[in-house]
Structures are given as C-alpha cells and as structure tokens.
C-alpha cells in the first residue's frame, strides 16, 4: 500500500495514497479546516468521485487540474457525497453537469442539503442568532457571528436529483468491494465506505486525525443528544474496523490503526463532559455561552461562534440526558443548567 503523502502546503497534485485510490486536496473558506480531501477512485472504464468541495471558480479550477492528471481520458463515472456540508456538497451540481451524472448519498443528507439552500435547518440565519442568545451569548457575541458566519448557499449548488445510498449498500469500485456505513451527531446520516478486503475506510468527517470533527446542537432541535448518536457511531465502527485499518479522512493526512483513534476520540468527549461537570457548581446554574471560554481556548471568529456554542450544548445535553444535569429556563427567556439535585 501507498504510503500517505505529508501535508502538502498551498494546492498540491493528487496523490495516489493506495492503489487505485487518490487524494485531491482543495481549500475551504473556514480557518479552522482550511482545506477538504476528496477521493478519486479508478473504476474500470472511469473513475468514482467521492465528495466535491466548496463551490467557487478556484476550486473548479483545481478540480479539472486533477482530473487532467489522474484520468488519463476517462471520465468520472460515478459522484459519491459523503454528506451536505458544503465544502462536500459544494461543487455537486457543476461535477454533475460536467459530467452527466446524479450524486449518490443518503437521503437524509439530500433533504438536509436543500432545507440549507433554502435558509432554512443548518442555515436558518436568525433562528440561530436568537438560539445562541438565548443559551447566554452575548449581544457582542451574536454580532461576531451575524457578520462572520458563511451561508451556505455562497459555496453550495445541487443538481435537481439524486441517487439514494443507505446503510449496508454494497458498491463495487475497481474490483472492490465497499460497504457503506452511515453514522449521525455531525450530521444527519453521514455516507462512509469501508473495503474489508484492503481494510480502508473513506471515513467523511466522522474519524479525523489530530482534530475532532464538529458534533453540536442546533436550534431546531434544543434538546437532541447528538454526542450520544456520534459515539454510537463510534461504537459501531469499533466492532467492524481493525489496528491496520487505513482511514482516509475528509481533512488532514490519511494514517493507519483506526481502533486507537476511535479510542482516542471516544477519551476526549469522556475528558470534555468531565469539565463540563467541573464548570457548573454545585448548586449554581451556567449558560452554554459561560463555559466557551474554558472549552474553547483559541479566539472564535464569527463562523466558529456557531460550532462553540453548538459543541457546548452537545455536551451539556449529553449529562441532561444521562441525569447528571438539569435545564431550565429563567423568567428572562435564558436556558441554563446546574446539576442535578433530585434523583430520577
């Protein structure tokens, strides 16, 4: 097997990371992520696309750049999504119409995409300016995101139709074997492909290296335990991936030994609900708004507000649900929590 390249710096050449298998790196408006892996895959008399990246003229520019280096003169064959984040979705109705074809993912992330063109789940602008005030963000605060966050329909067109993948779909790509696993909490029914033969999972945003993949609530849905749904995820693929399984992930490097980031991933949400206990005292109550500080390290920029504020009340959730925590809300229409004084 290939060994990885190391992280390139500006917009590399794609990169033959396995057999049969590249890695096409393109940016992203975000700071925090900067750039988004997608995956081409040689697949008999063309090649299978997997994810599109961020919609703009940059990187349609970079996307026929690696197209003339890898296909050799076969066209894409086949889009796979991995899901509606739109540095995955973003470019999906121009690589559908260049090259004739309807994206595959599940459908879940399709109604999920088109609610956030149209302003609304993901990308309901004001609903999510009113819900971070009413967890405690500050009125400087929600004008930090107001200015700063990216719409989604600035980066993100879909075509008119889609093909539906679901979990334990079997694809054959190139004489491979992939099984699709879908897993929730960073998004509502993400698409990953696992080879059990060559032991490579195309893992989306659900296992990155180095960083942690966003898991949040939003306002839609206040009391939603999202944290629980990413680490059943985990649990899952716990059972199914190995020590040698080679991850390809969405951002940063590809590596090797799954289980230990699994393990890895699994002790950080442990260590984060464990301060979350340690931030609310006994008998006090907290905003999510009041522990972004000691959560969050680095300065937020107005995009970041949104995931802070959604990662916080991820955890916050996740010991309401599991009793440690209870949520009220004040006469001042502010949501807060404390722990818990009565037993269920």
């Known amino acids: 097997m290939t060994a990885p390249a190391t ?3 500006g917009h590399p050449e794609p990169v033959e990371v396995a057999p049969g298998v590249f890695r096409v790196t393109v940016p992203v408006p975000f700071r925090s992520l900067r750039a988004v892996n997608l995956w081409l895959l040689a697949d008999g008399d063309g090649f299978t696309m997997i994810d599109c990246g961020w919609g703009d003229d940059e990187t349609i520019d970079l996307l026929e750049s690696a197209w003339n280096s890898v296909l050799g003169g ?3 064959t086949r889009l796979i999504i991995t899901h509606f984040h739109p540095d995955h979705a973003g470019n999906c109705r121009y690589i559908g119409e260049r090259w004739g074809l309807r994206p595959r993912m599940t459908q879940l992330e399709w109604m999920a995409a088109n609610a956030a063109l149209k302003s609304l789940y993901s990308d309901d602008f004001d609903l999510r300016g009113r819900f971070w005030a009413q967890n405690g963000a500050s009125e400087e605060l929600v004008d930090l995101y107001r200015r700063e966050t990216v719409l989604y329909d600035t980066g993100v067109r879909l075509t008119d139709a889609f093909d539906r993948l679901t979990d334990g779909d079997t694809l054959t790509i190139g004489g491979r074997d992939w099984r699709v696993m879908t897993g929730q909490g960073h998004s509502p029914d993400t698409a ?8 490579i999972l195309i893992a989306g945003d659900q296992v990155l290296p180095k960083i942690t993949t966003n898991v949040s609530v939003w306002p839609w849905e206040p009391l939603a335990d999202p944290l629980k749904e990413f680490l059943d995820t985990l649990d899952r693929l716990d059972k ?3 020590t040698k399984t080679f991850v390809l992930p969405s951002h940063r490097e590809p590596f090797h030994d799954a289980l230990s980031r699994i393990a890895e991933l699994k002790e950080h949400h ?6 979350v206990k340690k931030l609310l005292p006994e008998g006090e109550t907290r905003t999510a708004a009041a522990l972004l500080a000691p959560l969050f390290a680095r300065e937020l920029d107005g995009h970041q507000v949104n995931f802070a504020m959604g990662e916080a009340l991820a955890h916050l959730n996740r010991l309401l649900h599991a009793g440690d925590l209870e949520r009220s809300e004040g006469k001042d229409g502010i949501i807060r929590f404390s722990k818990t004084t009565t037993q269920r």
């Open 192 to 199: 990953m492909l696992y080879c059990a033969e060559d032991d």
């Open 74 to 76: 076969k066209p894409v």
């Open 240 to 242: 199914v991936l190995t």
């Open 7 to 9: 992280d390139p710096k």
């Open 270 to 275: 442990a260590e984060r609900l464990e301060l």
